[in-house]
Every structure is written in structure tokens, then in C-alpha cells.
């Protein structure tokens, strides 16, 4: 049997924590949104948890607390203003209508990115950041808040696709390097676009051949199947670069991995 060890302080929203009672205006934030949270340390925390999804990681289930909760987070600040930060847990067909939601009302947001590779569904992170009088910050975040979990499902496409348009090497779908000075001592630089079972391999092969990592994100964030993007860098006789990039190729493509991933990204 799996078991999920877990560290957690519970409250109720309304009731006295740790000397602390909630005030009234974060008791307001939490009918607002209608959604539990607690007051510690001076902060308000706002609970959005994913329930509604059965979420399996590498085909193991896994639970909410693993890492599916997400949050709303508000204290005082200077002038009688509060900060407001989040994280929020979103579908793949949720990350734009969300991002809207929350830019047309005035909040920012300040980064998106995934923290799994090989769970189901797709999972990314959106952070949020905010200013203001908390009922002003709930009513802005609201109209976000109550399209998680409420929005369809996109069809899904077996070739790499974005609403319906096939994505290839001129939209940005391609895997490069680029070579500059002499044979004896060159530098290369470039990208490589991976499927998510292709990232490790991928990784594994560069950094064996002395090539530097240097950044691993998304270009688009509704794909089907999901590219991965990876930059890198190096230095060194250009045949051992050349070499170290022809490693990290044949990596791409090539079947070695998790049934149900299918198609390549050279």
C-alpha cells in the first residue's frame, strides 16, 4: 500500500489561530470567493485545492496534497494596502481563459510552468500577484477563481497541434545548433524540442558530453502531444561539440520510452 506522509496544520477559518483572529475583511475575502482558508502568522490563506481531478503521475495516482493545492495569499502592507500572491492549479484548457480573467481585472501574472513530467492530465502553475483593499483584491480575483474546474475539455489531436493548427519546424517546432570560431575551439549554442519522455534522455546525453543546460520551458503552453524546449551551450574542439549535440539527437525520436507517447520532435 502507498502511503502519503503529510504535514499539516488545520483551523478554522473564523476562530481564533495561534493568539491570532482572522479580521473581518479576510473573513469577507473568504465568502467572496467561497473557499476555506485560514489566518497564521498574519496572513490570510486562501485554500483552492484540485479535488475534482484524478491526477496520476507516471500512471500512479497520486493525491491532491502531493502537490494539486492550490492558493491565495494576502497581508497587510504599507498605506492601508494589502499584497495578494498565488499559485494557482490549472488544466491545460484553463491556462489561458484563467490568465485572461485574472489580467482583464487588474491582477499580473508573474509566471507559468509545470512542476511533473508524465502525469495525467496535464498540469501547470500560474502565479499571481496583486495589490489593493482585499474585498477590491477578492472581486479581481473571483471571476478566475470560479472558471477553474468549470471549463471543457479541449479534443484531443494525436499530430502537435494548437487549436487546430498543425504546428511545425516554421512555428517554431524544430532542433538546432549553431557553431562559431575555429576547429580547435569553437562554441556551440541552440535548442532542442523534446517530447516529455525525450527530456531525460535528452539531458542525460548533453550534460555527459560536457554541454551546458541552461534553460527547459514551454513555447506554447496547449499542444497536443506537449513540447519541451531546452537551450544549451558549450565550448570546446568542434568536433567534440558537434559530437555531443549528434548524442542529444539521437535521443529524440527514438521509441526508447513510456508506452501511450508516441511521434517525435527532430
Not at 497581508?75 to 488544466?91: A, E, F, H, P, Y
Not at 510552468?113 to 496535464?122: L, V, W
Not at 513540447?227 to 525520436?253: C, Q, S, V
Request: glycine share 10%.
Amino acid at each position: 500500500m502507498k502511503t502519503l506522509i503529510a504535514v499539516t496544520c488545520f483551523s478554522m477559518a473564523l476562530l481564533t489561530v495561534y493568539g491570532q483572529e482572522m479580521p473581518a475583511d479576510y473573513q469577507g475575502v473568504l465568502k467572496t470567493l467561497d473557499k476555506k482558508g485560514d489566518y497564521k502568522s498574519s496572513v490570510l490563506k486562501v485554500n483552492i485545492p484540485r479535488n475534482d481531478l484524478k491526477i496520476t503521475i507516471d500512471g500512479a495516482a497520486t493525491p491532491t496534497p502531493f502537490g494539486f493545492g492550490g492558493w491565495l495569499a494576502m497581508t497587510k502592507g504599507d498605506g492601508g494596502s494589502d499584497v495578494m500572491m498565488g499559485d494557482l492549479v490549472l488544466l491545460e484548457d484553463e491556462v489561458n481563459p484563467v490568465m485572461s480573467a485574472l489580467l482583464d481585472n487588474g491582477l499580473e501574472v508573474t509566471a507559468l510552468h509545470n512542476h511533473f513530467f508524465f502525469e495525467s492530465p496535464r498540469i501547470f502553475y500560474m502565479h499571481v500577484h496583486g495589490h489593493g483593499k482585499p474585498d477590491v483584491l477578492a472581486r479581481m480575483a473571483k471571476p478566475a477563481i470560479d472558471l477553474i474546474g468549470h471549463l471543457p475539455a479541449a479534443h484531443e489531436a494525436s499530430p502537435v497541434t494548437e487549436m487546430g493548427a498543425t504546428i511545425n519546424s516554421r512555428m517554431g517546432l524544430n532542433t538546432w545548433a549553431a557553431f562559431f570560431g575555429s576547429d580547435a575551439n569553437a562554441e556551440i549554442a541552440g535548442d532542442v524540442a523534446m517530447l516529455a519522455r525525450e527530456v531525460t534522455p535528452v539531458l542525460k546525453a548533453l550534460r555527459a558530453n560536457g554541454l551546458d543546460v541552461v534553460a527547459i520551458h514551454h513555447h506554447m503552453t496547449t499542444t497536443q502531444p506537449t513540447i519541451y524546449f531546452l537551450h544549451y551551450w558549450g565550448t570546446g574542439p568542434a568536433e567534440k561539440l558537434a559530437n555531443g549535440f549528434k548524442a542529444a539527437l539521437n535521443e529524440l525520436g527514438t521509441g526508447h520510452a513510456k508506452a501511450g507517447n508516441t511521434g517525435g520532435a527532430h
